[in-house]
């Protein structure tokens, strides 16, 4: 799991936005918010 968060870290927040979408999850907020 630790890893996956490291992956998050390096992603852009549309790319984040995009994978929150397709799981149903809200994508508001900020980068740290859409992470946690």
Do not use: C, F, N, R
């Not at 992956?7 to 149903?24: C, H, I, R």
């Amino acid at each position: 799991m630790i890893e996956m968060a490291e992956d998050y870290e390096s992603m852009t927040v549309a790319q984040l936005k995009e994978l929150l979408k397709e799981a149903g999850l809200p994508v508001s907020g900020k980068k740290s918010d859409l992470i946690a």
